[in-house]
C-alpha cells in the first residue's frame, strides 16, 4: 500500500554504501523511520530529499517490516543554514530535540509547526540566536507537557 505525507528530515543513518534511514517528523504519524534504497547514487539524483533541513513530501511503501521510500519533492529547504556555522550548530539542536522529544504514532502537528518556525527563523536571521534557541526550548517543554515545572511558573 502507497502513502504520501508530507514532512521534515531530523535525522539519516547510511547504511551500506547508498542506502539510508530517515528519521521524519510528521503531522499525524509523529516520528516515523523509513528506508530509502540507492539514494546515494549520483545517477538517482535523490540526494536532495534525504538530507536533513529539508522538508518534503514523501511517497512511501507501506509493509509489514516497515516503509521503504519510493519518491520525494522538497517542499522548502532549509540547508541555506548550513553556511553559517552558529546558525547550523542551532539547527541541528533544534532536530535533535524535536527528535528526542517527538514519538511515534502521535499526534506531532504542534512540534512540527514549532520546529518549521524556528527553523525559518533561523534562515532569516533577524533575531539573535541565543532568543530563538530559548524561546524554542520553552515552546518545546511545553508542548512535550512539561509546562508544570519550576520555571514555567514565572512566565506564565
Do not use: W
Request: hydrophobic residues 40%.
Amino acid at each position: 500500500m502507497r502513502k504520501t505525507f508530507e514532512g521534515l528530515i531530523l535525522s539519516h543513518t547510511v547504511l551500506k554504501e547508498r542506502d539510508k534511514i530517515l528519521t521524519i517528523l510528521t503531522a499525524d504519524m509523529g516520528k516515523v523511520s523509513v528506508y530509502a534504497s540507492n539514494v546515494r547514487s549520483l545517477k538517482r539524483g535523490s540526494l536532495a530529499y534525504t538530507m536533513p533541513f529539508q522538508f518534503c513530501r514523501f511517497e512511501v511503501e507501506c509493509r509489514t517490516g516497515g516503509m521503504t521510500l519510493v519518491k520525494g519533492d522538497v517542499l522548502h529547504s532549509f540547508y541555506d543554514i548550513t553556511n553559517d556555522l552558529s546558525a547550523f550548530a542551532l539547527g541541528q539542536y533544534i532536530l535533535d530535540i524535536a527528535r528526542e522529544l517527538t514519538v511515534e504514532n502521535n499526534n506531532e502537528a504542534d512540534m512540527l509547526r514549532l520546529t518549521l518556525n524556528t527553523l525559518y527563523l533561523i534562515q532569516k536571521g533577524e533575531r539573535s540566536l541565543q532568543h530563538i534557541k530559548a524561546t524554542f526550548e520553552f515552546r518545546a517543554m511545553a508542548i512535550s507537557g512539561y509546562k508544570g515545572f519550576g520555571v514555567f511558573y514565572f512566565f506564565y
